[in-house]
Nanobody, 115 residues
Framework: QVHVVESGGGLVQPGGSLRLSCTAS????????MGWYRQAPGKQRELVAV???????DYADSVKVRFAITRGDAKSTVYLRMNSLKSDDPGLYYC?????????WGKGAQVTVTS
């Protein structure tokens, strides 16, 4: 069983930056995918960024260039650096991972963009 916890959300002005962190604990040795989804009020949850073992990454078109996903040395941590935040970026950002075929989710970190 894997436990997932996000941190780093907050309030930022348009054009600002935030870094989200996600740490997995438990049986993490077989993690092969980690990533971030987000959900804005009244909208469906959408994929933001994903990173797989080996370092390959993929991003939603709306965040390419502005966001960067990386993994920590321990491979049980993933980060999302968000730059040039816009008014359509706010929402609850969920960390997810796939380990031995099973998907685990965190409870989310709130990101708010307002002037």
């Amino acid at each position: 069983q894997v436990h997932v916890v996000e941190s780093g959300g907050g309030l930022v002005q348009p054009g600002g930056s935030l870094r989200l962190s996600c740490t997995a604990s438990g049986s993490t040795v077989s993690i092969n995918v980690m990533g971030w989804y987000r959900q804005a009020p009244g909208k469906q949850r959408e994929l933001v960024a994903v990173i797989i073992n080996g370092g390959a990454t993929d991003y939603a078109d709306s965040v390419k260039v502005r966001f960067a996903i990386t993994r920590g040395d321990a491979k049980s941590t993933v980060y999302l650096r968000m730059n040039s935040l816009k008014s359509d970026d706010p929402g609850l950002y969920y960390c997810y991972l796939r380990c031995s075929g099973a998907v685990s989710w965190g409870k989310g970190a709130q990101v708010t963009v307002t002037s």
